[in-house]
């Protein structure tokens, strides 16, 4: 009788974890253009580092996106059975946040070559008049650690908004299921897509060095994938980037397409206009970025006004 019941037992473990495979695997096809993103955007949020601190940083970003995890899952697990309705709200808040940090990205990027082009035209003026004296300090070692430590916050605060919706989704497609089988799912999706995006992460970081390692080698065609890898490096970085603040608008943009009936309608008219399928996805691709460059817009607009209402509100207050 014991007997038989362990087998029964073994058995219902056995059908509960072949559920929890073919259900990750399900959810895993259904997020896979948001990990895309989600490696995307953590390379581009980890470019410009040191070398001897490329993988202490990333593992603290993968140590914080697993903390993220903890809270997470079992949250979505509780919002989904006691205020189902709140998921969306949640979802569009976040993705306001990652169009603003994608908008924050570009206006950062345009206003510094904007002063990069200033201060170039300044010190040609002033070489012309009087010879560069000009000494450059590099950063000490406590700035060093502030602007690694912003960094990792930020990386980690992104993460938490992809994580976040890749739980949704993976929930989404487990809604039905038993609530043992939604833990499972869920619990597996978070492991394996922290694993395997900071796992890629800390491959590219380390990709020149790879290169340079293989340069010192004796034989030539070492030598020669060394050099290639040196050269693509660089450029694969700058492509990550490029393509990690164009996710954010992607991501942003579509759960608010995605979310929100008006912009919904209007991205179902968009596909139905066109009838080729690539042109149709493409331009839906497009419309998603659009939003989230206006929100992101509008959300920067916001917060800058409520920065110097705030500003002038202490100044008003010192004065008194």
């Known amino acids: 009788m014991a007997g038989s019941s362990l087998l029964l037992l073994l058995d219902d473990i056995t059908a509960l974890l072949d559920d929890i495979a073919t259900m ?4 895993g096809k259904k997020t896979a ?13 980890l470019t410009g580092l040191s070398a001897e601190r490329e993988i202490p940083i990333v593992w603290s970003v993968a140590k914080g996106s697993f903390l993220n995890k903890l809270i997470l899952v079992p949250s979505a ?64 070692a406590a700035t060093i650690a502030a602007l690694e430590e912003e960094k990792i916050k930020g990386a980690i605060r992104t993460d938490f908004i992809l994580s976040a919706e890749i739980i949704v989704i993976t929930l989404g497609v487990v809604s039905a299921q038993a609530f043992i089988t939604q833990v499972g799912v869920l619990a597996t999706v978070a492991i394996l897509i922290t694993v395997g995006v900071y796992g890629l992460v800390a491959g590219i970081v380390k990709l020149d060095d790879l290169g340079l390692y293989l340069t010192r080698k004796a034989d030539a065609t ?37 979310d929100i009936a ?20 493409t331009a839906s691709i497009l419309y998603d970025m ?16 409520y920065s110097t209402l705030i500003g002038f509100r202490l100044l008003h207050q010192k004065k008194r």
């Open 24 to 27: 990750s695997k399900v959810a």
């Open 33 to 45: 253009a948001v990990l895309g993103d989600d490696l995307a955007v953590n390379a581009q949020q």
């Open 77 to 140: 697990l509780a919002i989904s059975a006691i205020a189902p309705w709140l998921i969306i709200p949640l979802l569009i808040c976040g993705a306001l946040f990652l169009c603003f940090e994608g908008f924050e990205a570009v206006w950062h990027f345009l206003h510094n070559r904007k002063l990069h082009k200033k201060t170039s035209l300044s010190k040609e003026h002033a070489s012309e008049e009087a010879p560069d004296n000009t000494v450059i300090t590099p950063p000490d």
């Open 222 to 258: 070492s030598q020669k994938i060394g050099r290639g890898l040196l050269a693509f490096a660089p450029k694969l970085m700058k492509g990550l980037s490029v393509f990690g603040t164009l996710a954010m608008f992607m991501v942003g943009g579509g759960i608010i397409t995605h």
């Open 262 to 281: 008006f912009f919904h309608h209007i991205s179902e008219a968009i596909s139905h206009a066109l009838a080729n399928p690539f042109i149709s996805a």
């Open 290 to 305: 659009f939003v989230g460059l206006i929100f992101g817009g509008l959300v920067l607009v916001a917060v800058r006004a």
